[in-house]
């Protein structure tokens, strides 16, 4: 009996529309696939200490317990620390602080209305409630604003729940996958499930290393100039490392605006310039690569695309979670020839393809 096969361009649009139909999904499940996300990556961190827990006969729900507990008890550590760094620089911004950003900003507009024509429309300075209107407009009621405050609530108080049933039922998801994937060895699919928990763990593991890295050496440089607040620009600086090409370039801008604000010199905001770019061309060239290796393995044009993607769909945290989410999906399309084309797609490139090829007909040619 003869089979029919799918041709090779079906399968494509095949493919292309179930991509388009996710992004879809993506977006009207916002709400709840965000934090499902998030719990995921974070129960996949936790799970090789609920693995060591459970190897001294604790219960599996007790290990998660304990986990979820003290990941929690480090967060809102973490979490009082910058609220008090936030707290000293905010109220700074309440005195001299404050007349010197406006009048900075006048004399920007001005420049820019002299030269180009083109007016900011800060003409009298930084108007807080401008900047308000931008994330809260006028027309929004005292309802939505409740509604909106309780969305967000509940979205905090979904993780811990959604992590600790992930981490009690991550045996039962292997098994659905292993399931789904019924062609593959049960032994060898175990291994690549494993693989892709332990590829999120450790860049997981490897980006929270180098950010604690960048902190603690951009918190030292600022320290050596003198600049005020030197511990919560430091700090900012490294967790927006986490953000691949944008993170580091926001993480300079303010406290080289706020150097240029308090300093009477312009060596001071030059001077945090380039330290702060001399950082994380050292972070990039040696100190990413040395820690993280080729855990995640995606190229720079899928790795910019992608946090474009996110952006769009899910804002800031979507920019943060798409790089895991991408590895993820590569891994996944490793396991069919059918899908495999699209995982070489978001792999680096091999560059050594055309000469294996070149040589293969070298080899054709002599044969004949």
Same mark, same amino acid.
């Given at each position: 009996m003869e089979t029919s096969t799918v041709p090779n361009y079906?399968?494509?649009?095949?493919?292309?529309?179930?991509?388009?139909?996710?992004?879809? /999904?993506m977006i009207i499940a916002k709400a709840l696939l965000v934090p499902l996300l998030i719990s995921g990556y974070i129960a996949m961190l936790l799970t090789s200490t609920c693995n060591r827990l459970e190897r001294y006969k604790i219960p599996r729900s007790l290990s998660a317990f304990i986990c979820l507990l003290f990941f929690t008890a480090l967060i809102g550590?973490?979490?009082?620390? &910058?609220?008090?760094?936030?707290?000293? /620089?905010? $109220? $700074?911004?309440?005195?001299?602080?404050s007349q010197k950003l406006n009048? /900075?900003?006048?004399?920007?507009?001005?420049?820019?209305?002299?030269?180009f024509g083109f007016d900011l429309g800060m003409k009298n300075g930084f108007e807080m409630k401008k900047a308000v209107e931008i994330v809260q407009p006028e027309n929004g009621s005292p309802t939505q604003i409740v509604f909106s405050t309780l969305n967000t609530l509940s979205n905090i108080i979904l993780l811990p729940v959604f992590i600790f049933f992930?981490?009690?039922?991550?045996?039962?998801?292997?098994?659905? &996958?292993?399931?789904?994937?019924?062609?593959?060895?049960?032994?060898?699919? @175990?291994?690549?499930?494993?693989?892709?928990?332990?590829?999120?763990h450790a860049y997981i593991v490897g980006a929270g290393k180098v950010m604690v890295i960048l902190a603690v050496v951009n918190t030292g440089v600022l320290l050596a100039l003198g600049i005020k607040h030197a511990i919560f620009f430091g700090v900012l600086a490294g967790m927006l490392n986490i953000v691949p090409y944008l993170g580091p370039s926001l993480g300079v801008v303010l406290p080289f605006t706020f150097a240029l604000?308090?300093?009477?010199?312009? /060596?001071?905001?030059?001077?945090?310039?380039?330290?702060?770019?001399?950082?994380?061309? @050292?972070?990039?060239?040696? @100190?990413?690569?040395? &820690?993280?290796?080729s855990n995640v393995n995606l190229n720079a044009l899928v790795t910019f695309l992608g @946090?474009?993607?996110?952006?769009?769909?899910?804002?800031?945290?979507?920019m943060i979670i798409i790089i895991p989410t991408i590895a993820i999906l590569k891994k996944l399309f490793e396991?069919?020839?059918?899908?495999?084309?699209?995982?070489?797609?978001?792999?680096?490139? $091999?560059n050594n393809w055309f000469k294996k090829r070149g040589v293969g007909k070298k080899i054709a040619k002599t044969e004949s």
């Open positions: 079906i399968k494509t649009v095949f493919i292309a529309l179930l991509i388009i139909i996710i992004v879809f /999904f550590g973490i979490c009082y620390f &910058i609220f008090s760094q936030v707290k000293g /620089f905010a $109220d $700074d911004l309440g005195g001299d602080l009048a /900075f900003v006048i004399m920007i507009n001005n420049w820019f209305y002299e030269n992930l981490l009690i039922y991550r045996d039962h998801l292997v098994v659905f &996958i292993t399931k789904v994937f019924k062609k593959h060895e049960n032994n060898s699919l @175990l291994e690549k499930v494993t693989s892709i928990r332990k590829i999120v604000l308090t300093k009477d010199s312009a /060596f001071y905001p030059i001077a945090v310039a380039v330290s702060f770019t001399f950082i994380q061309l @050292l972070e990039g060239a040696f @100190l990413t690569p040395k &820690i993280t290796g @946090l474009l993607i996110g952006g769009a769909i899910w804002g800031v945290v979507g396991l069919s020839p059918d899908t495999e084309p699209y995982a070489y797609l978001f792999g680096e490139e $091999d």
